[in-house]
């Protein structure tokens, strides 16, 4: 009794407020600090509060959807990225501006976590990393876009009235949550917690959680730290290096689009294999590099080579659990978050104490290791597959 496209486009509505979420902050801190004289140390403060956000509302997420629906979390996350916008845009607290950006987080992670569950739940198995990769393009068309907005919009007009503006879309985006249906929950009955406990412990489920995270590692380490790779490592000027990593983006963005149609039909192995030798030819491109229009190729072939992870293993979470799908993307992504924070400060130290010049050997391990976990998923399915046959 619901519209299945209507829900989609209001999903990819909700991914492209997810996509300005993540980069809004680094965005407008340099106005920030000069708004709110705002020290190195604040602004880090800053920095570490959003990912927290992030990071609670992809824990949560799941097993309130699965037991009381999408409505009421979308709604009351968009508001949340509503007040928490405005608060950023008009407030002049230091303190105040802490809780806003922690409820932009909080309804962002719980937003980017409902609406791939979402997806996933409304899309036929054959169709679930296809669509799923659709949605990913509004992600990066939210990442794109708003320093690009901000950017062209910053000699004549400041930076609260744009971001006020975004908090106004959030605000129509939960009213839109509000007027459609959505698919009834799945656990009416209250959250079975034995089933949770052995949802977490599955093999694959729990082989998927670390391939991805080392995917949201290897993009987190590429997006962060690309261009002071570009800067320090291959003197590239400060405009040029942020085009590379804008390339990077577009990359992503042009493979989902071919991933959702032209590459719509092809097996999971093809399409992983195919990013697998996407990700090592840009790797070898970008540490070998003897002109900036290479590191270009590289980057942009390594936006495409990232493109497929999160939508073919989301994919598949979506099919084998679909009972408890909410629960099993939280775990997922939670897994993926936490690589995602753990390995940029790895990196971190490595670029401290040895030099940025290692970013493309340890993007390499990591795509080691998911190679090698990939391995072990589809040889579990394979099994999975035999025993339920026989």
């Known amino acids: 009794m619901y519209s299945k496209k209507l829900i989609f486009w209001a999903s990819c509505l909700g991914m492209l407020l997810f996509g300005i979420v993540l980069i809004t902050l680094g965005s407008i801190t340099p106005d920030l600090k000069i708004k709110l004289d705002l020290s190195e140390i604040e602004s880090g403060t800053l920095f570490s509060i959003m990912p927290v956000g992030i990071l609670l509302g992809s824990l949560f997420f799941g097993p309130l959807v699965d037991n009381y629906g999408y409505r009421i979390l979308l709604v009351t996350s968009c508001f949340l990225m509503f007040a928490g916008f405005e608060g950023v845009a008009y407030l002049q607290s230091k303190e105040l501006l802490k809780v806003c950006i922690f409820f932009i987080g909080l309804g962002g992670g719980a937003v980017n976590g409902a609406t ?5 739940d409304i899309s036929s198995n054959r169709d679930k990393g296809a669509n799923l990769s659709l949605l990913g393009v509004f992600f990066g068309i939210g990442a794109l876009g708003m320093p690009l907005v901000l950017g062209l919009l910053k000699t004549s007009l400041p930076f609260e009235p744009i971001i006020a503006a975004v908090g106004i879309l959030s605000f129509f985006t939960a009213i839109i949550y509000l007027t459609i249906k959505f698919p009834p929950p799945k656990q009416t009955q209250g959250f079975p917690l034995a089933q949770g406990l052995t949802l977490i412990k599955d093999r694959l489920l729990l082989l998927i959680a670390f391939f991805l995270f080392f995917q ?52 999971t192995v093809k399409i992983m294999v195919t990013s697998f ?16 229009y290479i590191v270009l190729a590289g980057l942009l072939l390594l ?11 989301l994919g598949i979470v979506g099919s084998r659990f679909s009972n408890l799908s909410g629960t099993a993307f939280s775990f997922v992504l939670v897994i993926g978050l936490l690589g995602n924070t753990l390995v940029n400060y790895g990196m971190g130290i490595i670029a401290q104490n040895f ?23 589809m040889r579990q399915i394979n099994k999975s597959s035999k025993q339920s046959v026989n």
């Open 116 to 120: 791939n569950a979402l997806v996933s």
């Open 216 to 267: 949201s590692s290897l993009e987190g380490i590429t997006n962060n730290w690309t261009t002071s790779y570009l800067i320090d490592h291959l003197s590239v000027p400060q405009s040029n290096a942020l085009f590379g990593l804008s390339l990077l983006v577009a990359g992503m963005v042009i493979m989902r689009l071919l991933l959702a149609s032209i590459f719509r039909s092809f097996s």
């Open 355 to 377: 030099g940025v010049k290692y970013l493309p050997s340890v993007a390499s391990g990591e795509m080691a290791l998911m190679v090698i976990i990939f391995y072990l998923i």
């Open 277 to 292: 030798i996407l990700i090592l030819l840009s790797l070898l491109l970008i540490k070998t590099a003897i002109s900036f």
């Open 303 to 313: 936006g495409g080579g990232l493109a497929a992870g999160f939508p073919i293993m």
